[in-house]
């Protein structure tokens, strides 16, 4: 399912993320309990632990629970590791596609929310794909993108891109090249630098 946002929330994908909002507490504020995040976990981390109470329950002493925590976006550990990915070519059933190295798309991973999701510049909008990682695969989930009306070519771009990861994707790293494949089209990158979230 593809939710088109006004706002441009992929910000979190290359960019930092808040929390979530809680109750306010009577009184001073409690301190909430943290949790450090590994820096590198392939699956992604297990979370803050879970309160002792049930969410919305006020603690014995009568103050509202602490609001729950969650780590802060990081990209350590991911599918694409803290690299940027530019495209320098790419094909699909019809030919070569010379717009992909042309206005190429680029793409990150972070870890937000609970999920690890690409993020995609395309030559029209930028796109946030939740992403399962399973056995050198990328299996789509919710997607979500920016609101920005193209017209012209760049707009048929966004469509191009949006289907290939309509899909689960292929991933494959060698060096500093990635490609990303499946049946709809193939996809290759050069690093383009460090994600700094």
Request: charged share 15%; glycine share 14%; proline share 15%.
């Amino acid at each position: 399912m593809r939710q088109v946002l006004a706002l441009p929330l992929l910000a979190a994908v290359v960019g930092g993320c808040g929390g979530m909002p809680g109750a306010p507490a009577p009184g001073p504020p409690e301190p909430v309990p943290t949790q450090k995040v590994p820096s590198a976990i392939p699956g992604g981390p297990s979370g803050p632990s879970a309160p002792d109470s049930p969410a919305g329950s006020p603690s014995p002493d009568g103050s509202a629970p602490p609001t729950p925590v969650l780590p802060p976006p990081y990209c350590e550990g991911g599918p694409l590791d803290c690299r940027i990915y530019r495209s320098i070519g790419g094909r699909d059933s019809s030919g070569e596609l010379g717009w992909l190295n042309k206005q190429p798309l680029v793409v990150s991973s972070v870890f937000v929310n609970g999920t690890w999701t690409i993020g995609v510049k395309t030559p029209c909008n930028q796109l946030g794909v939740e992403v399962e990682v399973r056995a050198g695969q990328l299996i789509p989930g919710r997607t979500i993108a920016t609101a920005m009306a193209c017209l012209g070519p760049e707009s048929g771009y966004e469509e191009w891109a949006t289907q290939l990861f309509r899909q689960p994707v292929t991933l494959t790293r060698d060096g500093r090249d990635l490609v990303l494949r499946n049946s709809h089209g193939t996809v290759e990158f050069e690093d383009a630098g460090p994600n700094l979230l």
